[in-house]
């Protein structure tokens, strides 16, 4: 970590939190490639593998990343079967990220 965001200082390639938030955006899509397979040991792998990328992702603070990942998001909603079935099982998975990434600052209880 360097001035609060991932970084890996020692690499060629990824010395920039930009340059590895875009790599990281590149191995979210191909663990995708895993939940469409049919056996079960894929998509097991291909869960937490995609949510340990996405923190990641996050950790590195790179606006244009975050952006593209809810582009993504927004393009995959729009291109799916089974829309209402993706939304009602990611709501509570998107809410209980953001509570858990939320600074302790924000808690509502701080006001009383």
């Known amino acids: 970590?360097?001035?609060?965001?991932l970084e890996?200082?020692?690499?060629m390639f990824f010395r920039n939190a930009n340059d590895l938030s875009l790599q990281l955006i590149i191995a979210v899509t191909q663990l995708l490639f895993l939940l469409y397979q049919r056996q079960?040991?894929?998509?097991a792998m291909g869960m937490p593998g995609m949510a340990g990328v996405l923190i990641?992702?996050?950790?590195?603070?790179?606006?244009?990343?975050?952006?593209a990942i809810?582009?993504?998001?927004?393009v995959g909603l729009a291109l799916a079967r089974r829309r209402t079935k993706l939304i009602l099982a990611g709501l509570p998975a998107v809410v209980a990220l953001l509570v858990w990434l939320a600074p302790s600052g924000l808690s509502p209880f701080d006001a009383l």
């Open 56 to 67: 990641c992702m996050l950790e590195t603070a790179a606006r244009g990343a975050f952006i």
């Open 70 to 74: 809810l582009l993504f998001i927004a």
């Open 40 to 43: 079960v040991w894929a998509r």
């Open 8 to 11: 890996i200082p020692d690499s």
């Open 1 to 5: 970590m360097a001035n609060g965001r």
